[in-house]
């Protein structure tokens, strides 16, 4: 167990519906990183939080978006969702901005139908 | 950019035999090296990670990998394999600029008996 909890474990919607996934990093950690991992793009970053600023981005669609909370958790929040959307969604957290090392979530398994 | 190779998509292997699995990388400045092993079902577990310092690092559960500069490498071994090794394995990058990891395509470990 990482310490990093994310909710829910499991989501299916529909095409066009809007969705939040929630993040809690570790106890102490302030940064936080989303993460994609679907079968054609493997695994790429999304968005990093640090103390409830956003840090740097990645291939992050504009029709997700993303926030950290002044209690340190995160949320993505994906909308007009498509079938390509279906993927799991890690989220990670490191002790300070920078930190080397990241601790993974258990992901949550979004399915578009 | 950095990016990271991992050679092989899938190594079969019998119980109790070696395995090595592929890693290489490109990067352009300070190198930090990690594997990440995602069991069935489950979130990302930190294996092992180079920093910095000796080129050899190892896990607690008998891998190890090191790390080649000359050969832009990052191998991950272990001398006799267990049933419970099945998994996939990612190597991946840090970026330093970004703060985030840019991840290998996996290899997927089946161990037979």
């Known amino acids: 167990d990482s310490g990093v909890t994310q909710t829910p474990k499991h989501l299916i919607t529909a095409t066009g519906q809007r969705v939040t996934l929630r993040c809690s990093p570790r106890s102490g950690d302030l940064s936080v990183y989303w993460y994609q991992q679907s079968l054609d793009q493997g695994l790429q970053f999304l968005i990093q939080y640090y103390n409830g600023e956003e840090r740097a981005k990645g291939n992050i669609l504009e029709r997700f978006s993303a926030q950290q909370f002044p209690d340190l958790h995160s949320e993505l929040n994906l909308s007009s969702l498509e079938l390509g959307d279906s993927a799991l969604y890690f989220c990670?957290?490191?002790?300070?901005?920078?930190?080397?090392?990241?601790?993974f979530g258990p992901g949550t398994r979004l399915t578009v139908l | 950019a950095q990016s990271v190779t991992q050679l092989d998509s899938q190594v079969p292997v019998f119980e109790e035999a070696p395995v090595e699995l592929r890693c290489n990388y490109s990067s352009s400045v300070s190198v930090y090296l990690f594997w990440y092993v995602q069991y069935p079902n489950q979130g990302l577990q930190l294996l092992l990670k180079?920093?910095?310092?000796?080129?050899l690092v190892e896990s607690i559960n008998g891998f190890e990998a090191e790390f080649n500069k000359s050969q832009t490498s990052f191998h991950l071994r272990k001398p006799s394999v267990h049933i419970s090794d099945t998994a996939e394995y990612f190597c991946a990058v840090l970026d330093t600029g970004r703060r985030a990891l840019t991840f290998g395509s996996g290899t997927r470990l089946q161990v037979q008996p």
């Open positions: 990670a957290s490191s002790v300070v901005e920078g930190a080397y090392t990241q601790y």
């Open positions: 180079y920093l910095s310092g000796s080129t």
